[in-house]
């Protein structure tokens, strides 16, 4: 499986961007997907994740009402809408795919809101 993220940029405080995460190879592999972020000297950290279905969700408590994370299975293709940003969104976001046997990542998409 591999994953491409896209949609990453400069934003101002209080504005959105929406990440892309493209899979391909072994999508049959898929289950659950999430997007994981990493700031300069931090360790990453969970931002939401979705199952397969896309029924159940789940976020970390600092993008919780300002992030939606979805997914089109028709496109293995997973979104993150993110709103209101705030410079301490600032991070690489990460894509991440879990398989039976294996967790895949993607090599990151910059994200940098200025305040």
């Known amino acids: 499986v591999q994953l491409v993220e896209s949609g990453g940029g400069l934003v101002q405080a209080g504005g959105s961007l929406r990440l892309s995460c493209v899979a391909s190879g072994n999508t049959f592999e898929i289950s659950a997907m999430a997007w994981y972020r990493q700031a300069p000297g931090e360790e990453r950290e969970l931002v939401a994740a979705i199952t397969n279905g896309g029924s159940y969700t789940k976020y970390v408590d600092s993008v919780q009402g300002r992030f939606i994370i979805s997914r089109d299975n028709a496109k293995n293709t997973m979104y993150l809408q993110m709103n209101s940003l705030k410079p301490e969104d600032t991070a690489v976001y990460y894509c991440?795919?879990?398989?039976?046997?294996?967790?895949?990542w993607g090599q990151g998409t910059q994200v940098t809101v200025s305040s």
């Open positions: 991440n795919a879990a398989a039976p046997t294996a967790r895949y």
